[in-house]
């Protein structure tokens, strides 16, 4: 990516309600759709893959990498986040309850792997972490995922 991960972040929301898995898959597709990323469709295609081949976009405990593989749905390559007011259970033993879903929207699999490359490396970081996962704003999102990629 030749951009922060802040700058790819077409969306972020703080506290949002979600009754369940794909209500939460939802919300991270709305931030991409609204954000110009992808159509609505694409919001459809992560559900489907997760409905095809289980929770495996549960990448570690609480957080959920909603993604699809690159389609005609991607207009431009960007990321979604929203933190979740309450936990959601995605079916992952390991990693659930989930309260982060982050949207990936990539046009070809070497921009989805270097987007995952980027994230894997931010949210690996315990303290950052840590601090995201007090966020209350997008603001203060977008603030320290930019201190973290500085």
């Known amino acids: 990516m030749s951009h922060s991960l802040a ?3 077409c969306s972020i929301s703080t506290n ?7 209500a939460a898959i939802r919300l991270a597709g709305d931030g991409l759709v609204n954000g110009g990323a992808a159509t609505a469709e694409y919001t459809e295609q992560m559900i489907t893959a997760v409905e095809e081949h289980g929770p ?3 990448i570690a405990p ?10 005609d749905a991607v207009l431009h390559g960007g990321m979604s986040w929203v933190s979740l007011e309450s ?3 995605f079916g992952n033993p390991r990693n659930d309850p989930v309260t982060l879903v982050i949207g990936l929207a990539a046009l070809d699999h070497t921009a ?3 987007a995952l490359k980027a994230m894997a490396g931010v949210l690996g970081n ?14 203060d999102v977008r603030a320290i995922l930019s201190q973290a990629t500085a």
Do not use: F
Not at 16 to 22: C, E, I, K
Not at 62 to 71: K, Q
Not at 126 to 139: K, M, N, W, Y
């Open 56 to 58: 495996y976009i549960v």
């Open 87 to 89: 936990p959601v259970e």
């Open 112 to 114: 989805h792997i270097e």
């Open 62 to 71: 609480g957080i959920a990498l909603a993604h699809a593989r690159p389609s």
């Open 126 to 139: 315990d303290a950052i972490r840590a601090r995201l996962s007090e966020a209350q704003t997008p603001e």
């Open 7 to 9: 700058e790819s972040l």
């Open 16 to 22: 949002a309600p979600a009754r369940d898995w794909r």
